[in-house]
């Protein structure tokens, strides 16, 4: 569908961008230093916690806001001081934001009417899009007699409709329930597909920007921590803010033993050296202690002599394909340990002394 | 079941004493004054109890005086319940109109200043009417202050006429009557989800097609609420007509007050008043019916 050189070619361009709030003692910056690329076509995830800007830069996009310093560029062109009315974006409202007093149809036509196209194109389209959103039945109703799900299919219908470059969506899935929420992600997935517009998505649930993203970015305070696929920011986030934020992760303080090229044997509780991945430009100091991390799913239970280090173990918690082993290491440290479940392995016991192996190239050391 | 019946007496014997006040204090002098109007006038006002429908006949129409038998439309009538009809509409469209950007600036400030603003808004309300409306006449008399600045700045050399006019009676309503249009159409603005507006800007929409397509549509139940409490005292405005109208624009209110006074003609009086209701009324029904055929949320 989405062929490689459209693939390839920019479609926002954001440099040095900031965002203050207020004036004087009560500024508030809200977006600093903001550089990013999105690409046509692509799927891209603003993720972070609540409260860390990801509406604010999406409200700047839209253009709901004006930046305070730097560039915004929307396939080419410099789009400061230009209203969302003259920007070839439409967004996904948090809360939908549907026109109650207008039915699911002319909710969808609405903007193709504002654009001023003919009647026949826009009921064209409109059924069109109630076709691609499985909403037909609903045509004539209100937003307010149909449920959240579908008025979530209303929304997305009514910003694609006009055919925008770029779709912004504002946690769109976040009010929905669990076995909702995984049919739209996927439903989601379908439409960008189908219709090749740039997708840039927000949410606060990482396994949701893991599952749905072509690339994430991690958005901490107001900055953009780090910027890759779902893989590279799952299994070498650069800051422990990435690391902790982004799925269960085993922080441990470290000695440096001896560097290598690309890499760092630290010494673990215990006393066996192992070595652990250096990001760019980290060069630690002998001696000094560093903190390093690995995946809880990236350890492997092994008998005692065979172990790189052993822990003691707290609890464990059964989660169907796999339980939660929670141990305390030799040197007091907490660890977690994911482990595989099959219907012949056993549940470890409280107290019991477990060996534990780490799987090559899994411990990295991070910056802080 | 029966726990529903229950609940249900129980909700009618909760608004028994409001009933009690609407049928002693609202329809009771209402059949009064129906009664009244088929009476003889008394002959220093007041009625006596004898049946007469020349109360009811004088409302439109009148005898020549030197030959009874002819029988005339009252003119002077007419052209009164017109004027009433007409200053009315004409109140509630300004009201409207510059009631709207009154209320959106009230809606769009930050929530610990609007208190301020719908303050100052309700202050004329905490003076007197006959006060507030001298107020006025004290700014657009011959020598009052508008006139006096134009004269002395050269704009004008005479005097601008506007008092006793039906500007007058107009300036005076509009501006007596601005808070009752104002507060509904804030409180309906209060509850507007701004993000629509937003949405509306989003999907392509200038300023003047989201104000048409989305925020009117919205504000519309404070349109509706606000031009029936600007009509109806408007209709029945008394104070206002006298004061800046004079005897030469006069509206329904001054006319009942005359024959009730002056005039010694109570029957009269008392018709003229029930035709005043069926004009609300009637203006009433058929606003309603026209604001919910155009998609309103209001309910008859
Ligand atoms: N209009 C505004 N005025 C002042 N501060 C704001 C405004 N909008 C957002 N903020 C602040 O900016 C920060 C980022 O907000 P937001 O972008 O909504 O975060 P997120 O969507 O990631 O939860 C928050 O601390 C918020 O309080
Ligand atoms: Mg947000």
Known sequence: ?368 | MAEQRESHLWKWLLCTPALLVLVLAASGPLFIVLAYSFLTPGTMGGVRWEFSTEGWFRVFLQRDIFDPDEVRWNQAHLTIFWRSISLSLQTTIICAVLGFPTAWFIATRPPHRRALWLFLITIPFWTNLLIRTFAIQELIRNNGTINTLLMRTGIIDSPIQMMFTDFAVLLGMAYVFMPLMVLPLYAAMDKLDFRLVEAGYDLYASRIKVLWYVILPLVKPGFIAGSILVFIPSIGAYVTPRVLGGGRTMMLGNLIALQFGQGRNWPLGAALAVVMLVIVVTTLVLYLRWANREGGQVRV
Do not use: W
């Open chain 1, 1 to 368: 569908m989405k062929d490689q050189t459209a693939r390839d070619s920019v479609e926002i361009e954001i440099t040095g961008l900031s965002k203050v709030f207020g004036q004087g003692a009560a500024a508030f910056s809200a977006l600093s230093d903001i550089d990013l690329t999105i690409r046509t076509g692509e799927f891209f995830t603003l993720l972070g916690p609540s409260g860390c800007g990801k509406t604010t830069l999406l409200r700047v996009i839209a253009g709901f806001e004006q930046p305070s310093t730097g560039s915004l560029r929307i396939n080419g062109r410099e789009v400061a001081g230009k209203g969302p009315n003259a920007r070839p974006v439409n967004t996904v409202f948090q809360n939908y934001a549907l026109f109650p007093h207008m039915s699911v149809a002319d909710n969808i036509g609405f903007g193709l009417k504002m654009l001023g196209k003919p009647r026949a194109e826009v009921a064209a389209t409109t059924a069109d899009m109630l076709r691609l959103v499985k909403m037909e039945e609903m045509a004539e109703r209100k937003p307010a007699q149909i449920s959240g799900g579908q008025q979530q299919r209303v929304a997305l219908a009514r910003a694609l409709a006009p055919r925008p470059r770029v779709l912004l969506l504002d946690e769109p899935l976040s009010a929905l329930d669990l076995k909702l929420r995984k049919e739209m992600q996927g439903e989601l997935k379908r439409l960008q597909a189908e219709t090749g517009i740039t997708f840039i998505f927000v949410t606060h649930d990482q396994e949701e920007a893991l599952t749905m993203s072509d690339r994430v970015a991690v958005m901490s305070a107001g900055r953009i921590l780090q910027l890759g696929s779902p893989h590279e920011i799952y299994h070498a986030p650069r800051e422990r803010f990435v690391a902790d934020f982004i799925g269960d992760t085993n922080f441990m303080e470290l000695p440096v033993a001896r560097l290598e090229k690309g890499g760092a044997f630290v010494t673990l509780p215990g006393g066996s050296e192992t070595r652990a991945e250096l990001p760019e430009g980290l060069t630690p100091v002998i001696g000094e202690k560093v903190t390093v991390v690995i995946r809880p799913e990236q350890v492997q239970m092994a008998p005692p002599d065979a172990a790189e280090m052993t822990g003691t173990v707290e609890s464990a918690t059964f989660f169907g394909t796999d339980t939660h082993v929670h141990l305390r290491l030799s040197d007091g440290q907490g660890f977690i340990l994911r482990r595989q479940n099959s219907a012949r392995t056993e549940e470890p016991a409280p107290g019991a002394v477990m060996g534990l192996k780490l799987s090559p190239g899994a411990l990295r050391v991070l910056r802080d």
